[in-house]
């Protein structure tokens, strides 16, 4: 392939008013592909230089205005003026970067939700997920004080695919008495993208993607710092994280250092014994960003210790005991300190992210290596019962060709490893090892007023597990499974007006069994049951067909999606006939994974009414019918 050599091109302008023409100071410009931008300064003015001979995808926003983005081809040099229009309702995220192609909110068929950074400062939620489920269409199951796993249009644990910077999280998200390993400070923008979204990422995203991006590189030339703080008076929360940023004629360099912990929460009538936790996380960034493109490399470091909660009580005096069978004081349940039961997980993550243009063409790399530990201390702090390494490679390559005619395409492939290994003395999931590969090609045509879309996506996953014998008895059978799946969408956008447009959106799901659903044999503590897999499941598939509208104006906004999804061969557990097993002195009610069809259907619809600029209300609705 030819590539020519690329010289950076100047980019430069005015950003205005458009109803009185006056400058707009401060306003930002952005080029998500090439995560570059600026703002402009007094006299509305900004520059941008060494920008890439291609084209891109431009978004200008500014607090108290509706924001604007347009395809810019930057083969030569660009002198604009932008207009932006005064709204009191603020949509100013109308860049999606969780699908193959970067673009406008209204020119996305898929349904999906942005929540900006000071939205989830706002929310006051003690864990990044809690933060965004309030969003329409989202909510979370929790198990704990600092544990919430997302769930969207009721699908959850491990049909819900969570993306940080590009990299698919990967730590055991099977398991429901624990959240993803991800520092709730670090995200600048969380995107949700509802139903389906295996066409790009492959097994796992059948019930859809949770991105989250990270903080914006601030301009050649300046340097952020960001100290932030939260505090909940129940069980007396505490979080602090500091960042500083800085980034000199392209080269950029971050780092970010958080923590969090809290003390038994409290209801109306006690406190809860062992509900408490801890958590730390680091990260550093290094960049460039040149005329070529960008590479930014992250190494994330993140720990907790979670306690979890028994319930046991003293039978003369109702008070929750502890591991030994005492009374607890009024010290521990104030301590911040697990006792036991208690897990402890540790994740690290380094992974690269890449966009190098090509003359009119370019390339997404996306490379990533994680280890999470994750051990479940039963009888003796230090001393894992359960102790599960997760250690994951990840790859993408994404190439976009030429943009011609207001079509644009995208070819990926993307692989996944994984190996998982026991090393405590209980188990629940045997070692095993994991190799996914996926194909896809997509394509995108973008009309003045429409948009048309339509992908396809091939996807091999290998799984093989060891047989286990412990003292006499088989733990585990071992045994060697292949899924394949062919998946894809196909979808379309209508704009009428400035105020009004529809969407519709048919995708087909893939996700093929999880380790525990196919092997579990074990006490899955946290959750007090007995799991027994079933090595003869079949890989999930489904269909969901979407159907949305938004009007938008200056002083209210409206937004209605409707669904149906119809999940082949749903995965589930269930107890039978109350069937028990004894383990030690405790016994545990026996669940077993089965298979059956699902179907799926509702809707969502906000709506936002902003009169004057310091009143704002709004309303969220939505609904789940399962069948």
Not at 107 to 125: D, F, H, N, P, W
Not at 351 to 360: A, T
Not at 533 to 551: C, F, H, P, R, V
Request: proline share 4%; aromatic share 10%.
């Amino acid at each position: 392939m030819y590539a020519p050599i690329i010289f950076g091109q100047q980019f430069s302008g005015l950003v205005v008013d458009r109803n009185t023409g006056d400058n707009i100071p401060g306003a930002t410009i952005y080029i998500p592909d090439l995560k570059r931008g600026t703002m402009t300064d007094q006299q509305g003015q900004f520059k941008l230089s060494g920008i890439p001979k291609s084209i891109f995808l431009v978004q200008v926003k500014m607090l108290g205005y509706s924001g604007t983005s347009s395809m810019i081809d930057f083969s030569k040099e660009v002198h604009l003026q932008f207009e932006l229009q005064t709204s009191s309702v603020e949509h100013c995220e109308v860049i999606i970067t969780g699908s193959a192609f970067t673009s406008d909110r209204k020119r996305t068929s898929v349904a999906v939700s942005s929540i900006t950074k000071k939205e989830l400062q706002g929310s006051g939620a003690p864990n990044m997920i809690e933060s965004i489920a309030q969003t329409p269409g989202v909510s979370a199951l929790t198990t704990g004080a600092g544990i919430a796993k997302p769930v969207i249009r009721g699908l959850g644990l491990s049909r819900v695919l969570v993306m940080d910077k590009g990299i698919r999280q990967e730590g055991q998200q099977w398991g429901e008495e624990h959240g993803p390993e991800i520092d709730q400070f670090g995200a600048e923008q969380i995107e949700i993208l509802k139903g389906p979204s295996s066409l790009q990422y492959g097994s796992d995203a059948l019930g859809g993607v949770i991105n989250i991006a990270a903080p914006v590189p601030p301009a050649s030339g300046q340097t952020n710092i960001e100290l932030n703080s939260m505090y909940a008076t129940n069980n007396k929360l505490l979080g602090n994280s500091f960042m500083a940023t800085t980034n000199h004629q392209g080269f950029i360099a971050r780092i970010r250092c958080s923590n969090k912990s809290a003390s038994s929460f409290s209801t109306p009538v006690e406190k809860v014994y062992n509900s408490c936790f801890n958590e730390s996380s680091g990260e550093l960034m290094l960049g460039l960003n040149k005329s070529w493109g960008f590479s930014h490399w992250y190494i994330t470091s993140w720990n907790s210790k979670i306690g979890l909660t028994e319930g046991i009580r003293d039978s003369l005096t109702g008070q929750f005991i502890d591991s030994k069978g005492n009374c607890v004081t009024e010290s521990e349940l104030d301590s911040r300190t697990p006792a036991l039961p208690m897990q402890q997980i540790s994740h690290f993550k380094a992974c690269n992210i890449s966009n190098v243009v090509l003359g009119q063409q370019q390339i997404k790399l996306r490379t990533g290596w994680q280890k999470n530990r994750r051990q479940e201390m039963e009888d003796t702090i230090g001393v894992p019962a359960k102790d599960m390494s997760l250690q994951t490679f990840t790859g993408d390559v994404i190439y976009y060709p030429l943009i011609n005619d207001g079509f644009e395409s995208a070819i990926g492939i993307s692989t996944m490893l994984q190996q998982n290994t026991n090393y405590g003395y209980n188990y629940i999931i045997p070692d095993f090892t994991s190799n996914t590969n996926g194909v896809f090609t997509t394509i995108k045509k973008n009309l003045k007023t429409s948009t048309l879309n339509a992908g396809i996506r091939f996807d091999r996953r290998n799984m093989n597990w060891n047989t286990l014998i412990k003292q006499g008895d088989t733990i585990f059978n071992g045994n060697n499974r292949n899924f394949n799946a062919i998946t894809g969408s196909i979808g379309m956008t209508h704009s009428f007006n400035q105020h009004l447009s529809i969407k519709f959106n048919a995708g087909r799901g893939f996700r093929a069994p999880s380790a525990p659903e196919l092997t579990s044999n074990g006490v899955h503590d946290g959750t007090f049951r007995y799991e027994i897999g079933n090595q003869n499941l079949k890989a999930e598939t489904s269909l969901q067909i979407d159907l949305g509208m938004e009007y938008e104006a200056n002083f209210i906004s409206v937004s209605v999606a409707a669904f149906i999804n119809k999940v082949n061969d749903f995965i589930y557990f269930s107890q039978e006939n109350n069937e028990q097993i004894s383990v030690g002195q405790k016994s545990y009610p026996v669940f077993r994974y089965k298979q059956g069809n699902a179907l799926l259907k509702g809707g969502e619809m906000s709506i936002d009414f902003h009169p004057v600029t310091n009143v704002h209300f709004q309303n969220s609705f939505s609904m789940v019918l399962g069948d």
